[in-house]
Nanobody
Framework: QVQLVESGGGLVQPGGSLRLSCAAS????????MAWYRQAPGKQRDLVAS???????NIVDSVRGRFTISRDNAKNTCYLQMNSLKSEDTAVYYC??????????????WGQGTQVTVSS
C-alpha cells in the first residue's frame, strides 16, 4: 500500500507565495515521475508541473517563471513552490506520483488534493 499526503495549501493574497508538499509512504521500491495537477471549479484537471526521477522538469507556460517543482528522493517528497500567485491560480492542487513496487510494477497514485485560494 502507498499513501500520498499533501500539505501547504491555503488562502493567500495576490502576489503572495505558497509551497505545497507531497510525501509518499508505504511499499515503495522507487519513485518515477512526480507531478502536480490542478482543477479549478467547473474546469478539467490540468497538469501544472512534473519532475522526472533524474530531476528534469516540465512546467506549463501559464506558471513558468512563477512556479518551481522539486523533489527530495531521500524523503520521497515532491514540492511545488508557487510565487507571484494570481487569482487564476485558485484551484484544488493534486499530487500525482508513479510508484514502482518490489515486483517492479508501476502504478499511479493521486493525492487527496489541497485547496489553494488566491484572493484579496
Amino acid at each position: 500500500q502507498v499513501q500520498l499526503v499533501e500539505s501547504g495549501g491555503g488562502l493567500v493574497q495576490p502576489g503572495g507565495s505558497l509551497r505545497l508538499s507531497c510525501a509518499a509512504s508505504g511499499t515503495i521500491r522507487s519513485i518515477g515521475t512526480m507531478a502536480w495537477y490542478r482543477q479549478a471549479p467547473g474546469k478539467q484537471r490540468d497538469l501544472v508541473a512534473s519532475i522526472a526521477s533524474d530531476g528534469s522538469t516540465n512546467i506549463v507556460d501559464s506558471v513558468r517563471g512563477r512556479f518551481t517543482i522539486s523533489r527530495d528522493n531521500a524523503k520521497n517528497t515532491c514540492y511545488l513552490q508557487m510565487n507571484s500567485l494570481k487569482s487564476e491560480d485558485t484551484a484544488v492542487y493534486y499530487c500525482w506520483v508513479r510508484i514502482i513496487d518490489y515486483q517492479y510494477r508501476g502504478r499511479i497514485y493521486w493525492g487527496q488534493g489541497t485547496q489553494v485560494t488566491v484572493s484579496s
